[in-house]
């Protein structure tokens, strides 16, 4: 439990993932679809401008994607198709400028192996080499990136543009849930979080302090959408109750854990 105590006094002071968990969050639109849980554990360097310097090993992944470990993981890696929580940042290889960071926006990205947008296979093939917790630096051609036209939402990404990835694989579901957090029902997305709430409950007692916390922030991410849009899509007028009981749970299992 030493070990554990230990870990836990590394997030005194921090707010909690749960806490900053709103509601009203942003509707989800996209085949890969965000959450917008903070990451509590391992957060970034301050120097967040350029890509961190790394001595690890270079391996090759593909053709077109190396990867260098920051941070071991634990435990298995994830199977095709399986939904990848994943926080990252993300610059052009020649300019070095940064034009993404969950980090920042406290957004981790949901991502399915196999079923990545186009722009996000070289991404896709570094996050499938990775395991829970794992922290790595990927170098990813421009034709497993934005392509020959560049990137129409981010200026900045030239056409041909070859790019660097900083990115923590915070935990996957591997056919758990069988459907992408996009396409769940509102208890469907409270019965996940909750079965992620057991498994940290689960991690906890076992003084894996890690593993808890990343299955709690798993938790947040399930319980991100726009309540009222989609209850008024689905019909759904008790789950309001449900929702607010599943929030409220993981907060007191997160401030154990804390």
Sequence with gaps: MENGQDQAKQFEGQESPIQQLDIAGQDDHNDVTTGTAASVQNEPPQDDNCPPKVDSEVEILHEKVTKQ???????????????????????????????EDTWQEQQPLELVLGKEKKQMVGL????????????????????????????????????????????????????KEGKARSDMTVEERIEAADRRKIEGNTYFKEEKLEEAMQQYEMAV??????VPVIWKIQGHGSGCEKSMSSKYGSMLNQAEAT
């Design 221 to 226: 991410a399930y319980m991100r959408f726009h």
């Design 124 to 175: 896709g093939i570094g996050v499938a080499s990775m395991k829970s917790g794992e922290r790595a630096l990927f170098h990813v051609g421009w034709e497993l990136a934005y392509g020959e036209e560049g990137s129409f939402s981010f200026p900045n990404v030239p056409p041909s543009a070859d790019l660097i990835y900083e990115a923590e694989l915070i935990g996957f579901d591997e056919f």
């Design 69 to 99: 470990i920051i941070k071991e993981g634990h435990g298995q890696k994830p199977a095709n198709f399986s939904t990848c929580f994943l926080h990252y940042r993300a610059w052009v290889k020649k300019s070095l400028h940064k034009f």
